[in-house]
């Protein structure tokens, strides 16, 4: 049975840097897709970044400043933000699965989903 379970949420300034983990049992990281969704309150879940074999995917919104990695040795995914601001406030969702490389954008691509990581930032 797979189970994702993210951590590193917290508060943070408009400005600072968090970095988010999803430790991984049951599935081994390096073999299927994993990604990052967000939802806000009154909005519905959105994309944020994914790596698969086939790259590394990220949402318009937050190029530039975030990073998505895996390590299979710790068989965690990790999200890497920086340069945050107040529209990245919001639930964060670790997400596994084996989506077409059209599909990494959308929920239904993944099966596997970690309970959220509280993310707010304040300005």
């Known amino acids: 049975q797979v189970q994702l379970v993210e951590s590193g949420g917290g508060l943070v300034q408009t400005g600072g840097s968090l970095r988010l983990s999803c430790t991984a049992s049951?599935?081994?990281?390096?073999?299927?897709?994993m990604a990052w969704f967000r939802e806000a309150p009154g909005k519905r879940r959105e994309f944020v970044a994914a790596?698969?074999?086939?790259?590394?995917y990220y949402a318009d919104s937050v190029k530039g400043r975030h990073v998505i990695s895996k390590d299979s040795g710790e068989n965690t995914l990790y999200l890497q933000m920086n340069s945050l601001e107040t529209e990245d406030t919001g639930v964060y969702y670790c997400?596994?699965?084996?989506?077409?490389?059209?599909?990494?954008?959308?929920?239904?691509?993944?099966?596997?989903w970690g309970r959220g990581t509280q993310v707010t930032v304040s300005s």
């Open positions: 997400a596994g699965g084996r989506p077409s490389s059209r599909s990494v954008y959308y929920s239904a691509g993944y099966v596997d």
């Open positions: 790596v698969a074999v086939s790259g590394t």
């Open positions: 049951g599935v081994r990281v390096g073999n299927y897709a």
